[in-house]
C-alpha cells in the first residue's frame, strides 16, 4: 500500500503524552507503520561508552504509530489524507477535509 504520510510531512499528535505538538516527519517505517517526528516522543537511552565516542544518557525521538498522527494543514488543523484518481491516470494524495491536493 502506498503511504498516506511521507518523510517530510508536517503532523500533529492525536494521543499520547504529546497530543496536541506538531512536528516534521524525519524518518518512515512502512512495514511497522510506525514514524518518527522531530521533538515528538523523546525517550532517554543509556549508552555504554565505546571507541566510537562517550557513553551517558542520549534522549532522542522514539517511533509513533502512524494512526496516532495527522497531517497538518495550511491553517494549522489536523486532517487525514486519502487518494484520488487524477484524469491521466495517476493518483495524489488529498487532504480529507479540505479536498485539496498535497505537494509531493
Avoid: C, W
Avoid at 543509556?46 to 504509530?65: D, N
Amino acid at each position: 500500500m502506498a503511504a498516506k504520510l511521507k518523510k517530510g510531512d508536517e503532523v500533529i499528535v492525536l494521543t499520547g503524552k504529546d497530543k496536541g505538538k506538531s512536528g516534521e516527519i524525519v524518518k518512515v517505517f512502512p512495514a511497522k507503520d510506525r514514524i518518527v517526528v522531530s521533538g515528538i516522543n523523546k525517550v532517554k537511552r543509556h549508552t555504554k561508552p565505546s571507541a566510537m565516542g562517550q557513553g551517558g544518557i542520549e534522549e532522542k525521538e522514539a517511533a509513533i504509530h502512524i494512526s496516532n498522527v495527522a497531517y497538518k494543514t495550511d491553517d494549522g488543523k489536523a486532517s487525514h489524507i486519502g487518494f484520488k484518481k487524477l484524469k491521466d491516470g495517476s493518483t495524489a494524495r488529498v487532504i480529507k477535509k479540505t479536498k485539496e491536493t498535497v505537494s509531493e
